[in-house]
C-alpha cells in the first residue's frame, strides 16, 4: 500500500524535474546545445513533506537567505578559479555553521541525547574520496571528511576512530553547546514522548563544477532524530549519498537513508549516465522516481552535469535548494512545484 | 607509473575471466540458452597476489577443502528449498568460523592489536540488507548483520553501537582469545615493526540463488592488518563490496578496500546489467580491469547472474574460490588461472 501511495506520488512529482520538452527548461537548452558554464554550482538543505502552510514567510525568506549566502561561498571560490572541492567545503561549512540546517550546528540529537554528525565528500577527477560517521566534537564535519581524502590512505572512518583522525589533522573542535538548538531539542524531546525515531531530513549538500572542469559533491547531516547509536544512513556512503566523476555527474542526497543505500541513489545516476547515455535529468528522474519511490522511501537529490548544468530531482513535497552559475545570481527554490533557472 | 602497470597486468589477467566466445565456458553456454540453475552458490575466502610457490600443497588442499566445506554448507541449505540468504549466511559462518580467513576466528588485528569485524548481506527480492562495522566481540558478524536486516528498521550499525544492537538480538558472543590465530598475530607484529598496514586480502564472501529465483549476497571481513581504529573498507558498504537485485546479479567483492569504494564495484557490475544489458561476465570484466584497476586498486568479485551462472574476476594473482550448482559437485580453486566449471 505504500509502496503504491509513493507509486502515485512519483507521478504527480515527476515534473519537479527538468523536462526535457519544456521550452523554459533553461538547463536542458545548455546541455542539448552544448554550452559549456565557466563554472556551476548547487545546493540542497534537506528534502521533506512541507507546504506553505508549514512554512512562515519569515521562516521561508530565512531560508532563501541562508542558501544564497551557501551559494554565494561557494561561487566565490570558483569566481576566483578555486577547484569544486574547494568550494563544496566553503558552502557546506557555512551551512553547518547555520542552525536552520541539521548539521553541525543545529544537528538533531541520537536517541542518546548526543550529536554524531557524518560527512563525505568526493571528486570527480580521480574518484577520490573521504567520509565520516558518527563523529562529535568537530565543528566542521565536511571538513573532516576532506582531510580524510587528501590526508589518509584510508577514505572512511567512523566513531572514536573519526575523532581521532580529526584531531590528528588539527581539525577544529567544538562543545556539545555549539550544536544545540531549541529545535533539534524540541524534536527529540517529542521523540523522546513517542520513543520513536520521527525526523529524517534536513541534511545539507553541494555539487560544482569548476573552471578546469572538474566536479565534486558533499554531503554533511546529524541523521535522524533519535536514531540508534551507531546508525550509519546514507549522507557518508560514497555511492548512496554522495557520487562525483568528471565523466558524467555530481550528485548529493538528501532523505531517508536507509532506502537511498539499498538503491546506491547517488552511483546509481552516474551509472545509467556512464553505462546508457542517458541525460543527467532522465537519470535523476529515473533513481528518484522508479528506483527509490518504489521500495517506498523518499527524498531528493541535487546534481549537476560536467556541461553544468543543476538538475533537481525529488518525490517530498519541498527540498531547500539553490543553484548559481557563472555571470548569473543565485537563485532559490523551497517547495516540489518552484522551477529553478539560474 | 601504477595505473599503467595495473591496466597491463589487467589486459593480461583478463582471460581469467569466463569468455564468451570459449566453447569449454559452461557458464556461458547455460546463460545464452537460458537454461536456469534449480540452485546455485559461489563462495570467495580472498584475492592476493600468491601462487603455487606461496602455497604448500598441504595448505592448498585445506584451502580446497574449507571452500568445499563451505560451499556444501549453503548448498545444503538451498537443496532442502531454504532461501538465497540463509544459505548465504550458512556458508559465511563456517568460513567466520574456519582460522583460514580473514573473518570471524583467524581475522586481523587493528593497529591498536584488536579485532574490529564488518559485515553486510543483501537480499534481491526487495533489496532490503544489513551491515554492521567495527563489531567486537561476536563470533558471527554475518548473523548480525542479516539480524540488522530482519530485525531493524536501519541497514548499517558501526561500533558500540553495532555491539549494542547485537546484545539486543541474542547474537553469539566470543572472546578476544576465539579470534586470536597465530598467524594473524605474525601479520600484526610485521606490521608493527614497520608501522604500516602490509595485508589486505582474506575477506570471504558468498553469493547464492534459491530454488524461488531469488539472489542474495553477503561479505564478512576483519579488514586490513594494523588498520587504524574506525577504518571503514568496503566489506560493509552496500554497493561497494556486496550488491544484491534479482533482476540483475549477486556480488561479493574482496580486495583493497579504498578502491572498491571509489569505484562502487558491486553495484557497478549490476548498473552494466540493468541500464546496458551487459552479461554478467562482461559487466564483472569491465568494473574489475578497466574502473577499478585503473585507479591502482587489486582484488576481485565473485557474482551471480539469475540464471545461476557463477562468475569470477580478479586482478590478482590468486583468489580463493568455489562454486556449487544444483546436481552437480563442488569446484575450487585458488590461482586466477584456474578454471572453475561446476
Redesign the interface.
Known sequence: MRQCLFIGFSALLIACNSNPSDPQNEQQTRSSNGVQARWSIAIHGGAGHFGTENLSIEQQNAYRLSLTKALEAGGYVLDKGGNATDAVVAAIALMEDDSLFNAGRGAVYTASGAHELDASIMRGS????GAV??LQGFRHPIQVAMSVMEES??????????G??AHSTGAETAEPAWFHTQKAKARFERALERDT?QEKFGTVGCVALDSEGHLAAGTSTGGMTF???????DSP????GT?ADDRTCAVSATGWG?FF????VA??IH??ML??G?SLEEAASATIHQEMAA?GGDGGVVAIDHWGNPVFSMNTLGMFRGALIAGGKPVTALFANEKIQP
Open positions: 580521480d574518484r577520490n574520496c560517521t558518527g590512505q584510508h577514505v572512511f572512518f567512523s566513531g572514536h576512530g573519526a581521532e583522525f525515531t536514531k540508534r547509536h551507531g546508525r550509519i544512513g556512503i560514497i555511492g548512496a557520487w536507509e543505500i539499498r538503491s546506491s552511483h546509481d551509472a545509467r553505462h546508457a542517458t521500495l
